[in-house]
């Protein structure tokens, strides 16, 4: 049997800095407050939508602010997320060539999951993923490994046969949480170091690597 390969969303499959920075740096704008470059942001990203609103607010934000920011970035990112975000290069062939090999595909993500979703959908139409999963309330995020549970019951494999590529600490996180071999990818938002630091064995610099 093939193993099932999870993948990450962002920093993995995609390269979405340019606009989760730009809907970020909009709605603290609108609350008067200083924006981020995308070097910052990229820090930012990985933990959630409320952890990457929380890390660029003013430090001792109160909860009122951190949800009003949560609130309009959602209303922002969902009508712009597709200006500043495509596949990395060779992320489409690879998916592709996967897919014709007959692996079983999936995303999970920190990602809420509604963007998610949806981003999947509108940036690979032609993939077919078994499972895709964001960020849902009530279910705890990477790197609990609930949801890569979730997957490897949804495409019928032990989790010893999935496999877990991402490019964060919280992917490295997840994959040893939940018994899953892992393999970092270098081209995302996380160093080498850190993600050795996490626990990170097996890595690759380019898609057709895989």
Known sequence: MKPCLIFDLDGTLVDSLPGI???LNRCLE?????GHSNAAVRRFI??????????????GSDSALIDSLVSLFKKDYDQSWKSGTKPYPGILNL????????????VLSNKTHDFTVDMVAGLFPNIHFHKVLGQRDGVPQKPHPAGAFQIAQAVGHAPETC???????????????????????LW??????KLIAAGAQLFIEHPAEL
């Open 21 to 23: 920075a730009a809907s």
């Open 30 to 34: 609108l609350h008067g407050l200083p």
């Open 46 to 59: 990985g933990n959630g939508l409320r952890t990457l609103v929380q890390r660029a607010a003013p430090s």
């Open 95 to 106: 998916l592709t060539d996967l897919q014709r090999a007959g692996y079983s595909m999936a």
């Open 163 to 185: 496999i877990l590529i991402g490019d964060s600490t919280v992917d490295m996180e997840t994959a040893r949480n939940a018994d899953m071999p892992a393999i970092a990818v």
């Open 188 to 193: 995302g938002y996380h160093d080498r170091e």
